[in-house]
């Protein structure tokens, strides 16, 4: 997981922080960039527990987090905890299929993908879950990801905003 604070700099980025709970991802992020010479800070952190103060964070990107972590619900209570008032949820995850037969196959392949992928929820169905954590839906656009199995084909990307009271 992504997460941005911005200031008045001319590339509207303060701090670039990436989140990543598992060693070995964090090391090729790490690595990775070194060679890009960007500037970001790679954190030991879960998307369930992440280490800023309330209302901190301007932006989060969420990249097949959603469909990966075991509850999902907890993470968007984080998310929604760490954003700022109007900041903004970047999300692209996978979703449960609009046709039935490919949902009828999403279920039925679910546990063994789940063992293989990481623990990528196939059959998740992630808007609804966005929709119900009170961010607001802002731009939602069905995807599909060429090359893989049809199962985890289907996908959405968008934007959430917190609410600016």
């Known amino acids: 997981m992504a997460l941005c604070r911005r200031q008045r700099r001319r590339d509207g980025l303060d701090e670039l922080i990436l989140t990543e709970p598992e060693a070995a991802m964090r090391t090729r992020l790490a690595r990775r960039l070194r060679r890009s010479r960007r500037r970001a800070r790679v954190l ?15 932006t989060v990107v969420s990249t097949l987090v959603l ?18 008032p109007r ?10 299929s609009d046709s039935p037969r490919l949902a009828y196959w999403q279920d039925r392949l679910a546990d063994p ?6 623990g990528c929820h196939c059959n998740r169905a992630t808007l609804e879950l966005i929709r119900a954590s009170g ?10 990801w060429r090359r893989m199995p049809p199962i985890v084909r289907p996908l959405i990307l968008g934007v959430a905003t917190k609410s600016g009271i």
């Open 44 to 58: 030991d952190a879960s998307a369930e527990q992440l280490p800023f103060a309330d209302e901190t964070v301007d």
């Open 135 to 144: 961010l607001e839906l802002e731009d939602v656009q069905d995807a599909s």
């Open 67 to 84: 469909c990966t972590v075991d509850d999902p619900d907890p993470v968007l209570r984080e998310i929604g905890r760490v954003l700022r």
């Open 87 to 96: 900041g903004q949820l970047l999300f692209l995850e996978h979703v449960r």
């Open 113 to 118: 993908w789940r063992r293989f992928a990481e």
